[in-house]
């Protein structure tokens, strides 16, 4: 079994401040971890994947994610938010292994980022 | 290249009445998923084909809900019939492949409301 909570379900910054939007997972086998983005009226955006490589992921537009198995955490981090990178955040898990590797997606957070 | 694409965009239909969702992949893709997305919640699998065979349909409701993808191209979701919480997004994703190393592409979705 799988499951991933996001713990915020909106965030707002200013724009040029850091943004922090954070994921905690549940899986059974090891995990491969997943941020989609989707803007309004635009299908989901694959933003950075972890798949048991370097713990440290870099994505798309700035964005990078650590993921952190002792604490089944990983959080988006962006240094600088620019406006366009309003928008709703999903967490995605997966199993590594298996034929019908379903994504589970967490609930989403809506970023919002202030002029 | 182009993308996934998904018609109609918007539907509108009363309770009990049957729809149908037709979502056309990448080129060259063998892996084809329907998802619901309920406002506020993240999207949830509900059928997962890899070329024209069922890989995964456990969450998919199959008293009322129906897919195919003959000839394992394109691909048609249907409902009948309709009741008021099938009001949802319904996203069609494809990928070359059903590993976790695959990207899910996602199409812009069908916006379904049951009046």
């Known amino acids: 079994a799988q499951s991933v909570t996001q713990l915020d379900s909106h965030v707002s910054v200013s724009e040029g401040t850091p943004v922090l939007l954070r994921c905690n997972y549940s899986s059974s086998y090891s995990p491969s971890l997943f941020w989609y983005v989707q803007h309004p009226n635009k299908g989901l955006q694959l933003l950075l994947k972890?798949?048991?490589?370097?713990?440290l992921v870099k994505g798309i537009n700035g964005f990078e994610a650590e993921f952190k198995k002792s604490e089944t955490s990983f959080h988006l981090t962006k240094p600088s938010a620019h406006m366009s990178d309003a928008a709703e955040y999903f967490c995605?898990?997966?199993?590594?292994?298996?034929?019908?590797?379903?994504?589970?997606f967490g609930s989403g957070t809506q970023l919002t980022v202030l002029p | 290249e182009a993308g996934v694409a998904q018609s109609p965009r918007y539907k509108i239909i009363e309770k009990r009445q049957s729809v149908a969702f037709w979502c056309n992949p990448i080129?060259?893709?063998?892996?084809l998923y329907w998802y619901q997305q309920i406002l506020g919640q993240g999207p949830k699998l509900l059928i997962q084909?890899?070329?024209?065979?069922?890989?995964?349909d456990s969450q998919l409701p199959k008293d009322r809900f129906s897919a195919e993808r003959l000839k394992g191209v394109d691909s048609t979701l249907k409902i009948q019939p309709a009741k008021l919480e099938d009001s949802a997004v319904y996203l069609c994703a494809s990928s070359l492949g059903s590993g976790a190393a695959y990207e899910q592409y996602f199409g812009p979705g069908t916006r379904l409301t049951v009046t």
């Open positions: 995605v898990v997966t199993p590594v292994s298996g034929s019908a590797r379903q994504l589970t």
């Open positions: 972890y798949t048991s490589a370097a713990t």
């Open positions: 084909f890899q070329n024209n065979g069922v890989v995964d």
């Open positions: 080129s060259g893709h063998a892996t």
